[in-house]
C-alpha cells in the first residue's frame, strides 16, 4: 500500500531559522496521525506546505501520491484543511457557508444539498444551519471549519489545533466527529496540537517535534512504554527543601516541580513511596498527599523536548494566533 503522505528531507527557513529541518515522515492511509511539540516547534509550518499554503525551501513530498510542487492543484483538491480561520464570513449563514465551499472545490450542485444536510448532521448543527454565523458560539464555529474542511468528501484532512480554546465538552464532540469521520469515510487525518490528552486519545502514531525536527515518533502506548518506571507526585508542604533530598538521594534529572507539586520519576513506585515519606518526615516535612502512577504523555513530552507543554499553555492562545497568521501570509 502506498503511503498517503511521505516527504523527503522536507525543509522550510525563515531567514536564517529552519523552522523545518529536512522532516522525514510517512503517514498510512486511514492513520490519525498527531504531530505534538512545543510553541515554534515547526507544527504549522509543517502542515502548511503538507497543504501547499507554503511553499518548502528544500525538500520534497507527495501528498496522495501527488507531488507537493508539480502538482500542488491535484494535491490541493485531494485534501481537507481545518485551521484556525478567522475569515469565516459573520453575514453568512452556515448552510451559505458550506454551499459557497462546495462551489469553490466543484461539488456538482446536483449533490450539495444531500452533502451539505450530511455534514450539518455529522456535526450537529442542522437547527442551526439558517442562522447567520454571527450568533454562532466559539464552538459552533469549529464544528462548522471542521464540516466545512470536509464538503469534497478530501481522502486527509489536515487538522491545525482543531480544539484550542474549546471548552471539555466541545473538544470531546470535536474528538467524536473526527473519530467517526476517520472510520465511516476511511479518511487519513494529521492533526497538530498541545493537548497531551487528545493527542493520546486520538492518535495511531504521535511525532514530538522540537526545533523543526522529530524527536520521536510511535504509537502513544509505545511511546509511554519508553520511560521505563512510574512518576510520583508529592504535595508537602516545604516542595523546594524535599525536592532537595530527593534529588540528593536519586540524582537531579529524576526530579520537578510542576504546578506546585513535586514529580519525581522512579524505577518503582510503590517501593519509592515509604523512602520519599521516611525522608520527609526526618526532615520535618509535612507531607499532604503522595501518588505514585504510570507514566503519560505528558511526561514522554517532558522527557523528549526537556520541557513541559503546561509552561507552553499560557502562552498558546497568544503565540499559536500570531504564528499561524504569519504562516498563511
Ligand atoms: N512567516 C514566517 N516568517 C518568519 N518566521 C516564521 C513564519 N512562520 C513561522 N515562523 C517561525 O517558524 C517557527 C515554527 O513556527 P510554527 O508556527 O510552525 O510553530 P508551531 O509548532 O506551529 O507552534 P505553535 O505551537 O505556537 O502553533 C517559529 O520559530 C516561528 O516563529
Ligand atoms: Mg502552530
Redesign the pocket.
Known amino acids: 500500500m502506498p503511503y498517503t503522505i511521505q516527504t523527503h528531507k522536507l525543509t522550510?527557513t525563515?531567514?536564517t531559522?529552519k523552522?523545518?529541518d529536512s522532516l522525514d515522515i510517512t503517514v498510512e492511509p486511514g492513520e490519525i496521525f498527531g504531530?505534538l511539540?512545543?510553541?515554534?516547534?515547526?507544527?504549522?509550518?509543517?502542515?502548511?506546505m503538507l497543504c501547499t499554503i507554503?511553499k518548502p525551501t528544500s525538500g520534497t513530498a507527495t501528498v496522495n501520491g501527488y507531488d507537493l510542487i508539480s502538482e500542488a492543484d491535484k494535491v490541493r483538491k485531494s485534501i481537507g484543511i481545518v485551521f484556525q480561520d478567522p475569515s469565516i464570513d459573520d453575514r453568512l449563514t452556515a448552510r451559505e457557508n458550506l454551499t459557497m465551499h462546495a462551489n469553490l472545490y466543484g461539488v456538482p450542485a446536483s449533490e450539495q444539498k444531500d452533502r451539505i444536510a450530511r455534514i450539518l448532521k455529522l456535526v450537529e448543527l442542522e437547527d442551526r444551519a439558517d442562522d447567520l454565523l454571527r450568533t454562532y458560539s466559539g464552538g459552533m464555529r469549529r464544528r462548522l471549519e471542521l464540516g466545512r474542511g470536509l464538503i469534497h468528501y478530501p481522502k486527509v484532512l489536515f487538522l491545525?489545533?482543531p480544539t484550542v480554546g474549546l471548552d471539555p465538552q466541545t473538544r470531546d464532540h470535536i474528538w467524536k466527529y473526527i473519530k467517526e469521520l476517520k472510520e465511516a469515510h476511511d479518511i487519513t487525518v494529521v492533526l497538530?496540537t498541545?493537548y497531551m490528552d487528545e493527542a493520546d486519545r486520538l492518535s495511531d502514531r504521535i511525532a514530538i517535534?522540537d526545533h523543526?525536527k522529530i524527536v520521536v515518533l510511535d504509537t502513544p502506548p509505545a511511546l509511554k512504554e519508553t520511560l521505563e518506571g512510574d512518576v510520583v507526585t508529592v504535595r508537602a508542604n516545604n516542595i523546594d527543601a524535599l525536592n532537595k533530598l530527593v534529588s540528593h538521594w536519586l540524582g537531579l534529572n529524576q526530579t520537578r516541580i510542576v504546578d506546585g507539586a513535586l514529580e519525581i520519576t522512579v524505577h518503582n513506585g510503590k517501593a519509592a513511596l515509604p523512602r520519599i515519606m521516611e525522608i520527609a518526615t526526618q526532615n520535618n516535612i509535612y507531607v499532604e498527599s503522595l501518588i505514585s502512577r504510570e507514566p503519560n504523555l505528558e511526561d514522554v513530552f517532558l522527557h523528549y523536548t526537556g520541557r513541559s507543554i503546561r509552561e507552553?499553555n499560557s502562552?498558546?492562545l497568544h503565540?499559536?494566533a500570531a504564528?499561524?497568521r504569519?504562516?498563511i501570509?
Open positions: 522550510k525563515f531567514n531559522l523552522a523545518v504531530l511539540g512545543p510553541n515554534g516547534a515547526g507544527k504549522t509550518t509543517t502542515v502548511s507554503l491545525d489545533e497538530t498541545h517535534m523543526g507552553d502562552r498558546e503565540g499559536l504564528a499561524q504569519r504562516a501570509r
